[in-house]
Every structure is written in C-alpha cells, then in structure tokens.
C-alpha cells in the first residue's frame, strides 16, 4: 500500500498554497500535494486582485514558488472542478480535498438601473486590468467624464487610484496591455468615492488612503463638514477607534486642508451617501444617492440611516465595490447568504444532511470564511484546516493511500484530453513574460488568453 497521503488542493491563490505549505510541514506524515487551478496560471487574486501599481505585495509568491518546488508538489493548471474534474474523481484518487477556490462572484447594490450599459462591479473591473483571462474582452467607456466607485474598502480605492493615475505612471507596472491603452485615452475627469456610512466607519486602510497624497496628475477632495465629528463619534475616536482608523483621520484631514490645483482629474471622497437609483436612456447618465445619518443601535455601534436629503450627479460610469461573494461547488453544500462552504474549522459540513461532517473534505480561504482579510490571513485559516484534516484522519483511524486507484489522475485528465499546465509550464511562461515586460522598464508583460499561454508553453517546451 501506498504510505503517501494523497491531498488534492483545488485553487491556487495564497489559501491552497499556505495549505500546501502546512501540509508539507508535517514531519510526521509523508504527504502529496496535487494543485489543480481553472487557470494555467497560478496565485489567486494575487496575479488577478491586487493592484498592478502594489507590486511588492506581488513578491509573496516567491514563498508559493518555494512551496511548488517541493518534490511531492504537482500543480494541474488549465483544470476546472466542475468541468474537468469532479468530486468522484478526487474521492477516488485522493485521501483527502481542500477547496480553496475563493469568492470570485460580486454583490449588487439592489437599486434601479444596476444593469444599465457603464454600470459595472469593481470585480469586473480588476480582473480586466489585471489580465484575467475571462475578463480581456470586457468594455468600459472610458470617453465619459464621471465616474462613481461605491463603497469605501481598500478595493474601491484601488479601482479610484487606477482611474486616477496617469497612464505613464500606469506604463511602470504589469496592468494588461489593452488595458493600458484604454486607459490612456481616459476623459475622465471626476472619480466620486461614494461611503455609505462616515470617514470613522471607513473599512480602507491608512497605507492605501496615503497614497491619495501623492496623485501627480488628480486633486483630492474631502468634504470638510464630514470631518467635523458629531459628539458620539469623536467619543468614539478617541476611546474606542483603532490605531488605523485614527491614522485614515489625520490623512483625510491632511487632504481636505489641501486647494484643488486646477490638475487633470479629482477624486472626490463622499461619506454618508447611498446610491438609490441610476438612471439614463440605454446606458448610464445619472446617479441619485441619499444622505444619511449614523444613528446609535442598541449594541452602541452606528449604523447609516437615510434622511430626505437627496444628491443628483451627472455619471458615466459606475463601479459598485461593495464585497465579494462566493460561488457554489458542485456537490458541495453551498450557504447562500455568506457565500461560503459551510464547514467547522475548515472540515466540510453538510448542513442539508444534519450537519453530518465529511472527513475527506476541506476548506480554507475565502470560500471558508468570507471575502474578507489581508493575503496573511488565509495563513492562519489554511493553518487549522490542515491540522483539522490530520486530526480528523487520525480520529478516524484512516489509511493513506486507501482510496487512490491506479492510473494516476493524469491518465484521467490526458483521457478527458484535458491540456493541463504543469508548474514547470507556468515557470517558462513567468519568464516569457517578465523577459518580455523588463525590455520595456515594466515588472512584466502579461499574457491574457488562455489559447496564447498554451501556444506559447508548447513551442517553449
Ligand atoms: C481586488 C483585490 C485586491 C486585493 N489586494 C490585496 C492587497 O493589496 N494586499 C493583500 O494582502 N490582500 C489583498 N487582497 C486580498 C487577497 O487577495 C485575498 O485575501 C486572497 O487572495 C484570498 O485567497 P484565496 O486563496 O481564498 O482566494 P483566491 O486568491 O481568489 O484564489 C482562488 C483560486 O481558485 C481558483 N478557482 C476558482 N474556482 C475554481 C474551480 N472551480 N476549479 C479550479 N480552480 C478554481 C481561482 O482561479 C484562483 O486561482 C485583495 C483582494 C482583492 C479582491
């Protein structure tokens, strides 16, 4: 009998690769990783989410690459649970699962004229600057003058600064190409920042609000009145806030104590302000929103509520950026309303079946616990999903090795004339790329089509 474990981890992003990383760790068991992606290329929202302008947050995946070079770690690229794969071949080819797939899905605002042509998700948006493959073909009209970004986290602000930017700062990183020639032809004048709740309430952190500062090319604006703290919230700062919150105070004051200087574009935060209705002929033309006022609850928290006072404004494009969400596995347990897997400390549990939990299947990252959290987070959460999983494998008295059939999943996968990506695969093409990308001064130059990656790889290799 095989004395491996045999582990499937589905996703690569920083959830599947710390998992891997722990499962690897463990001196005492002798353990196997296969990581499969719908994707040819690794990294999760780390290639896909975060800002091209972040790259040093970029420089977390030399610790996945070291994972990856581990000699009982494959990774199976260009394979979709639930198109090229299934949970009947995992559970036959594998000890144990950890679905790490992430939340790629958006929540919508709710309110008349969301589908209107120009009224697009932040989510929509990062992926087509950032090259996602899925997203190159999407269109934003760039010819319009005003743009609202709804919602007040580090996202939105992402999607503002790239709006913001100017396309010579924008031509330093790795965005995708067309979208850095769309970008250039940018009219863009107003960028609206649009919180429902008060600049204390903020969920966007100090590091990310600071670099408002220092826009070449856009004033800032804050309205000053929204500074001007009512006596529970200045209570509030001064007692409870955090150390962050405290921080994003100085800066906003630092910002609304500056002149616009007459620059190309403003970017114009507006806290208290919630958008009920867009409206225009066939696409976006106009945005209403009401004011609000934070109103104490009965736990002592302050919660946004809408008064009679109503702001129209002239719009073109709308971003709503107000939380990820998650999207159901096929058979898995889904729970709707968070998005998430329902599991117990990453073990997955079937709610429609009396909360029984499944010993061979796991969760960890986003899709376990919520879109929400740094890329360190999903260490600790990988963390006790795999010492979970162990424990559980032990408990349950299980043998390593029990449920693998031969042939080894990649006769299934060259059966199903699946054309997988290996990591040595996605090596060649890093290199393509950033070869490629440092001729022109830029971090890299991305490949954005699945069809070219493949092209690319197979003539290389
Ligand atoms: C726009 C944005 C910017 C961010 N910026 C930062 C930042 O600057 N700093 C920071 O610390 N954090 C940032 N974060 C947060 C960070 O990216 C997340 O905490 C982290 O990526 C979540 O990890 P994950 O592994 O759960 O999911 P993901 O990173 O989403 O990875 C999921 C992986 O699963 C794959 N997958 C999905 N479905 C399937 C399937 N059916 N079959 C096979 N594979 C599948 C996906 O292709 C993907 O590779 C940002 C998040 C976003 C959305």
């Avoid at 009679?308 to 898995?332: Q, V, W």
């Avoid at 740094?374 to 999983?389: F, L, P, W, Y």
Wanted: hydrophobic share 40%; aromatic share 8%.
């Amino acid at each position: 009998m095989n004395s491996f474990w045999k582990i499937a981890v589905i996703g690569s992003g920083p959830a599947g690769f710390y998992a891997a990383g722990e499962l690897f760790r463990q001196k005492s068991w002798e353990i196997k990783v296969d990581m499969f992606d719908r994707l040819p290329t690794p990294f999760g929202l780390v290639r896909g989410g975060v800002a091209p302008d972040h790259q040093k947050i970029k420089s977390v995946t030399k610790i996945y690459t070291r994972i990856a070079e581990n000699e009982n770690f494959r990774f199976f690229g260009n394979v979709e649970f639930g198109r090229d794969i299934f949970q009947a071949d995992l559970l036959e080819h594998y000890d144990g699962m950890i679905y790490s797939v992430g939340s790629p899905a958006d929540r919508s605002l709710g309110i008349p004229g969301e589908d209107l042509s120009g009224s697009h998700s932040a989510t929509e948006f990062v992926a087509w600057y950032n090259g996602h493959p899925d997203f190159r073909d999407h269109k934003f009209d760039l010819s319009v003058k005003h743009a609202f970004v709804i919602g007040m986290g580090n996202v939105a602000l992402d999607v503002a600064r790239i709006l913001a930017k100017t396309a010579d700062e924008l031509a330093k990183t790795d965005i995708a190409d067309y979208a850095l020639k769309e970008l250039r032809k940018s009219q863009l004048e107003n960028i609206w920042l649009v919180g429902r709740r008060g600049p204390l309430q903020a969920a966007f952190s100090p590091a990310e609000l600071r670099e408002f500062l220092e826009l070449p090319d856009a004033d800032v604006l804050v309205e000053a009145d929204a500074l001007e703290l009512d006596a529970e919230s200045q209570q509030i700062l001064e007692t409870l806030a955090s150390n962050d919150t405290k921080k994003n105070i100085e800066i906003l004051k630092q910002i609304s104590a500056r002149d616009a200087s007459g620059k190309k574009r403003r970017v114009r935060f507006l806290f208290l302000a919630s958008p009920v209705e867009i409206s225009g002929n066939d696409k976006v033309e106009k945005i209403s929103m009401v004011r609000n006022q934070l109103v104490k609850q009965e736990d002592g928290s302050l919660r946004p509520q809408a008064t009679e006072n109503k702001i129209e404004e002239e719009a073109g494009l709308i971003f709503r950026s107000i939380g990820y969400h998650g999207k159901p596995l096929t058979d898995l347990p889904f729970d709707k309303k968070s998005g998430t897997i329902p599991n117990e400390c990453g073990q997955v549990k079937d709610t429609e079946n009396g909360n029984v939990l499944r010993n061979r299947e796991y969760v960890a990252g986003w899709i376990k616990r919520g879109p929400n959290g740094v890329i360190g987070t999903n260490k600790q959460d990988a963390v006790e999903t795999v010492h979970r999983m162990l424990e559980t494998f032990l408990n349950e008295k299980m043998e390593a090795g029990k449920n693998d059939v031969n042939p080894d999943i990649v006769s299934l996968l060259e059966n199903r004339k699946v054309d997988f990506f290996s990591f040595a695969d996605w090596l060649l093409l890093d290199a393509h790329e950033t070869e490629a990308g440092q001729k022109l001064g830029r971090p890299r130059t991305k490949l954005t089509s699945v069809a070219e990656m493949l092209e690319i790889i197979r003539k290389k290799s």
